[in-house]
Structure formats: structure tokens, C-alpha cells
């Protein structure tokens, strides 16, 4: 059993008690919510009575279903317009700040509460997202919910759960040139296992987690769940606090120092106990794509789709699955494959880093005459910040079309989707059958600059013949 | 189409059913209820829409559209079965197509806490019995009997003796998987940890 791990403290210190059951009850320090997975949640508490408990503690944005091209209301898709309705009534009834399109700060969950330093180290934080795991990148434990234990945060505050055991993801040395942190969580899943986080919180840590900057840790908590966890963490350092300090909510004044001093005592240190740990070397990570129905299968750039004989067996089902749907030959390269869509976007990798690395490679080129490419800002925050640096210029003279903020093509809710069998580069986190909106639609995850580059050559293509 | 669904309430002890077997590693939520199903207020009429993208891509073929399948209610999965998103959308609309209890090699976390949340229990079973049971099913009927407080599952030709976490065994026979008003109980203890919380202090009312 883990001890004295981030995890450990800051489970222990929003632990209410123990359940007649055997789990914990845990406080919620930050909830976070929207459109989708919260009107069954207060639709829950009417029929029960209830209010909600703490309304500060919720902050409420609109993601999932908002279009991209055109946001005047009311929508064109009545359900759509029907759902950030009901998110308007219920936060107005129950006075839960909601950053609406057109507040300047609407945009995805994950990219919004970062922003506005609401995302801060120890605290526990739950939103009814899988990818809510992605705010342990500031030392806080996050993860997603369900609809019912949303309606639980609301009422109560608090949630029952098991406590994770704790998996520690050393990463050794650095990344090297043109491999990003997307390429580096697409390696860890691949070696480690889409199930292998089940149970667990994994912290990520070491040289190379280290070197990275606050946006490209978000990028690795992002997809812990990719790897079965729900939970993925990385303990605060100095870059941690200088991304919070004078952020919107971060604490202030007297209120900064007592924060600072709190918030480096959490730290994981050598007394630390881990359930697991696992090394590895990111020097030798190259540029990732995955080439399967699983974020698991994935290979670098210049690797060939693996054989089934060279397959663990618990992989060979998913992989023969995999061909089939991909229609990739077992020995194929990955490299030139044609690529339809290009989509650059989503709370993985739609931050400003990410679109300042995508536009470096985007300058002066052109987007292939055969592809469609298009570029969602994680938030209005990114959309404004990119607009002051001319990124959106750069994008639209190579050819992107350039967006407003949503979750978009990552998980297709809104009009953008791919068409029949079509083939998409995407810097999102799911290439499961039919994720982007087709039930035949093919997804190749891969970072923001790989599909930058895909876009310019109309196929997959390796980025480090793009950069100096 | 089938008779509406009354979720689950109070306390799951036992039960009983025909098992529909659904072959496959990783399966995921957006497969079990695909992104379009989530434009919805409730989750009332999820039951036809599981299993929509596949189901149509095997034209009748696959296990939800059987006709011998029709009243199944006891799934039989294979390993991460629920992974990927946390919509609740993803049980509901097991629950609603008849699904009242799951059994597997492994959940994904999320998709489990789930299931418990709205009264669907997940057992696990080794690899190996599972197999046994997917065979059967391939050729009869499999009708089995679930107690949930001995965690055993007899049938005419199979028993199992069957795993699930003690904390859940537990909510279900209490009926406190249905958690709210446990919560609610130690209304006093949440609010002396709101005060305690060191940061409350430094963020509360900032927005």
C-alpha cells in the first residue's frame, strides 16, 4: 500500500469518512461541469429535494456540443440548443458561475480551469469527464465522474469511492527534438497497456517530466485514463507555481505565501511508498501515431504495424479487430499513409503551446489540396492569445480553417465529423471505432506538429523533417 | 421493443436471468452509447441506442438484436470492458435494454463506479471460466442464479464462485449504492472538512 505519496496526503486530507461499505467518502474541492453529463445531475436533486450544497464550489462551462462555425443562438441543432438551455436554467437556479460563449473565458473544462488558476496543487478535484485527470498535472487528484456521482458532488460535496493504490511513471532523461509530450504518453500507454491504470493513480515523474512545461504535463495527465487510470498526477515544482501566480483565482497576497508554503509540503519525496513504479527512457520515444482502435496501439513514425505473431495474446484479439476496421496490413508502414481530416484541437493538445508549435511547422507551407484541416482553440483565452501572436493568420494562410473553442472533432457531438471511411490526423486522445462521428471513421492520434505535418504532405509524415 | 425499465432500487441481493454473451477486449463507452446519444436531458430512451454503431455494422447479427436475446439480462464481457469515457449515458442504456448485472474479466474504473451508482453489479471471473461460459452460450441457453451475498452464480450445468470489490458486495445488500442520503448523513463531519481544507481560505468566494 502507497504511503506519504502526493497521493496519499491529499487523499488522507479530504477523506470524511469511512463508509459502512469499506470506501471512502471524499470532499471535493473543485467541481467542475458541463452540458452533458449535468442535467440528469440536477434533474436527480429536484426529484429528491435537494439543494446544492456548496454552489462556489462549482464552476460550470459549455464544451461538448457548442459548433464551431457558427455560434449565434440559438444553435442550428435543437438538442444542442436545448442542452446549454438546461445548463443556463440550472446554474442560474442554483447561482453557479458559468463562463458562457462570449464571456472570454468559455472553453473546454480542462483548458478553462488551468486558466483562470482555479486548477491548483492538493486539491481534489471531480468533473463528469474521463479527462478530468488531466488537472493532477498542478499536484491535485482528479478524475471523472459519472452523472450520479456528479448529482453527489452537488448535494454533498463529497463522493464514495475506493482509494487508489499508487503507480509511479519515472521517465528518464529527455525528449529529444521534434518528439513531444503526446508522443511520450502515446509511448507510455503502448508499453505499459490500455488496463494497466485500473486501481491505480499514476504518478508521473522524473528528468524528463520535469523538463516539461506546465501545458505539455496536461498533456500527459490528459491521457492517464487512456492508460485505465482514472487518476494521473505529477507533484508541483517552481514551474507549477509561476503558471498559477496571478492567474484570475490563484491566491493572493498574505494568502500566496501561506499557498506557496502548503503546497511544497505535498510533494512525493524519498520516504515515499509506492505500490508500483515503472522506469523508462524518453530519450529513446520517437514521434508516436497510433495505428489501431485503442490509444495502446500505437508505433513510432518509422515502425511498421505489428505482426499478430509478435502480439502478447491478450492484444491479438483487439489487433486482428483493429486491421480489420483500420484496413491496415499486419508489416505495413504508417508513414505516407493518406489522411483525409486534419484536426488539431481538444483538452489534450488545443492549449497555445500546441498551437504555437502546430503554426511553426504550418509557416510559409501550404495544407495538401486532398486534406480538410481545421483547428479548435481549447478556449476563448487560446483563441485571443493565439489571434495577438498572428497564429490564426498563419493557420488560415497554410490552409486551416480556423474555429471557435470546443471539444469539436474529438468526440464529434457537434457538426464536425468524418465522413464515411474517412481517414483523420488528430491530436485528440481516443481513436476508438467511430469516436469522430463515423461509424466507419478512422483515427490517427498523433501530436499537434505530426498533424501539422500530415496536413501539409496529405499523408502521415514525420515532423523532425519539418523543424530546423 | 421492449417494455420500459424500472431502474433498480433499495436492496440488490439477488438475481436472475438469461445471459447474452458480447465478445471482445476494450470495449469502450462510445461504443456501448456512441457521442450523438448524449444530446439528451435524460436518459429515458438510451435502451435502443446501445451497441447502435456495431449493431448496424452486423445487420442483425449482433448479440443486442438476437432473437434469443431478447429478454437476456445478465451480460457476459470480456477484459476493460467500459472503457475510455465517463458518460453514465453508457450503463443507462444497458440498464434500460434489459441489462441488470455484468460479468467480466475487468472493468474500467470509471465505467464500474458507474454500474454500482445506479445498481448494476459487476462481477469478475478468471479468463478461463469465462470462456467456459461464452462456449456454453454459443450453443444453449444459460439461465443463471446470482447471490450476491454468498457472490455465487449456479445454472443446471455451471457454478462460479464470483468476485466483486467487498465495498460494493456491501452497497448493494445494504442499498446504500444508491449513495446520496449515506452522504448526506455526515452532513456535519463535510462541513468541519470545508472549514479545515487549507486552501478554502485562499480561494473560497473568489468567483
Keep these: 500500500m502507497s504511503q506519504d505519496t502526493l497521493f496519499d496526503k491529499v487523499w488522507d486530507l479530504h477523506k470524511v469518512s469511512s463508509l459502512p461499505g469499506g470506501s471512502d467518502q471524499l470532499f471535493i474541492g473543485l467541481h467542475l461541469i458541463h452540458e452533458v453529463t449535468s442535467p440528469q445531475a440536477f434533474g436527480a436533486l429536484k426529484d429528491k429535494n435537494l439543494k446544492v450544497k456548496f454552489p462556489e464550489r462549482t464552476i460550470a462551462t459549455v464544451d461538448h456540443i457548442v459548433p464551431t462555425d457558427n455560434q449565434s443562438r440559438p444553435f442550428k441543432d435543437n438538442l444542442a440548443e436545448q442542452m446549454i438551455k438546461t445548463l443556463e436554467m440550472n446554474c442560474l437556479e442554483h447561482k453557479i458561475r458559468f463562463f458562457n460563449i462570449g464571456s472570454g473565458n468559455q472553453g473546454i473544462v480542462h483548458v478553462v480551469a488551468p486558466e483562470l488558476g482555479l486548477t491548483q496543487p492538493g486539491m481534489s478535484i471531480a468533473c463528469g469527464d474521463s479527462h478530468t ?10 478524475f471523472g465522474i459519472g452523472t450520479s456521482q456528479v448529482r453527489d ?40 497497456g490500455v488496463k494497466a491504470g485500473v486501481g491505480f ?24 485514463i487512456e492508460g485505465g487510470a482514472r487518476c494521473g498526477y505529477i507533484n508541483p515544482d517552481e514551474k507549477t507555481f509561476s503558471y498559477i501566480k496571478n492567474k484570475l483565482c490563484a491566491p493572493k497576497n498574505e494568502h500566496w505565501d501561506k499557498a506557496l508554503t502548503w503546497w511544497k509540503s505535498l510533494k512525493s519525496n524519498e520516504n515515499s511508498i509506492y505500490d508500483d513504479v515503472i522506469k523508462l527512457d524518453a530519450s529513446k520515444v520517437e514521434p508516436t501515431v497510433t495505428w489501431g482502435i485503442t490509444p495502446g496501439q500505437s508505433i513510432s513514425i518509422n515502425q511498421q504495424i505489428p505482426l499478430l505473431e509478435d502480439l502478447s495474446p491478450n492484444d491479438k484479439l483487439v489487433a486482428k479487430e483493429a486491421y480489420e476496421y483500420m484496413s491496415f496490413k ?8 493518406p489522411v483525409d481530416v486534419c484536426f488539431i484541437g481538444s483538452c489534450t493538445n488545443g492549449r497555445i503551446s500546441d498551437l504555437r ?14 486534406v480538410k484541416a481545421f483547428v479548435v482553440p481549447g478556449s476563448e483565452k487560446v483563441a485571443t492569445e493565439a489571434k495577438q501572436e498572428g497564429i490564426d493568420q498563419i493557420f488560415k494562410d497554410s490552409g486551416f480553417q480556423w474555429r471557435e473553442p470546443g471539444c469539436s472533432m474529438c468526440l464529434a457531438m457537434n457538426s464536425d465529423k468524418l465522413i464515411g471511411n474517412q481517414v483523420s490526423a488528430s491530436s485528440s486522445n481516443r481513436n476508438f471505432k467511430g469516436r469522430q462521428g463515423s461509424p466507419s471513421g478512422r483515427t490517427l492520434l498523433m501530436s499537434p506538429a505530426m498533424v501539422a505535418a500530415a496536413a501539409i504532405n496529405g499523408k502521415v509524415s514525420d515532423v523532425r523533417e519539418f523543424i530546423d | 421493443m421492449k417494455s420500459k425499465i424500472t431502474p433498480p432500487i433499495g436492496k440488490i441481493s439477488n438475481m436472475s436471468g438469461r445471459c447474452i454473451s458480447l465478445i471482445g477486449n476494450d470495449i469502450d463507452t462510445d461504443r456501448i452509447i456512441p457521442a450523438r446519444f448524449l444530446k439528451c436531458v435524460n436518459f429515458d430512451s438510451l435502451g435502443e441506442s446501445v451497441f447502435e454503431d456495431d449493431r448496424k455494422t452486423l445487420k442483425g447479427k449482433h448479440p443486442f438484436d438476437l432473437e434469443e436475446n431478447k429478454n437476456a439480462s445478465i451480460l457476459i464481457v470480456n477484459s476493460n470492458f467500459g472503457c475510455g469515457s465517463s458518460r453514465e449515458h453508457a450503463p443507462q442504456a444497458l440498464m434500460r435494454w434489459g441489462i441488470k448485472a455484468i460479468i467480466g474479466e475487468s472493468f474500467a474504473d470509471i465505467f464500474y463506479s458507474n454500474c454500482i451508482a445506479i445498481g448494476i453489479p459487476c462481477f469478475t471471473l478468471p479468463k478461463k471460466s469465462l470462456e467456459e461460459i461464452q462456449n456454453y ?5 444459460l439461465f443463471l442464479e446470482i447471490d450476491l451475498k454468498k457472490s455465487f452464480a449456479k445454472s443446471k450445468d455451471l457454478n462460479f464462485n464470483l468476485e466483486i470489490k467487498e465495498s460494493s458486495r456491501k452497497m448493494f445488500l445494504s442499498g446504500e449504492w444508491d449513495a446520496t442520503s449515506t452522504l448526506l448523513e455526515n452532513e456535519n463531519l463535510i462541513e468541519n472538512k470545508f472549514i479545515q481544507l487549507p486552501y478554502i481560505k485562499f480561494t473560497n468566494n473568489l468567483l
Aim: charged content about 25%; aromatic content about 6%; glycine content about 4%.
Design chain 1, 330 to 337: 499486419p508489416g505495413q508502414s504508417i508513414k505516407d499513409t
Design chain 1, 133 to 142: 485527470s488531466t488537472h493532477g498535472a498542478f499536484g491535485a487528484i482528479a
Design chain 2, 137 to 141: 452460450c454459443n450453443n444453449k441457453f
Design chain 1, 357 to 370: 508549435v502546430a503554426a511553426k511547422v504550418l509557416k510559409d507551407k501550404k495544407v495538401s489540396k486532398n
Design chain 1, 201 to 224: 493513480a499514476y504518478e508521473f515523474a522524473g528528468p524528463a517530466i520535469d523538463d516539461l512545461s506546465m501545458e505539455e504535463r496536461m498533456t500527459i495527465c490528459n491521457m492517464s
Design chain 1, 153 to 192: 458532488v452537488l448535494a454533498t460535496q463529497t463522493i464514495a469511492m475506493n482509494k487508489l493504490k499508487v503507480r509511479q511513471i519515472w521517465c528518464d532523461n529527455k525528449l529529444s527534438k521534434g518528439v513531444y509530450a503526446k508522443d511520450l504518453v502515446l509511448h507510455i500507454i503502448n508499453e505499459l
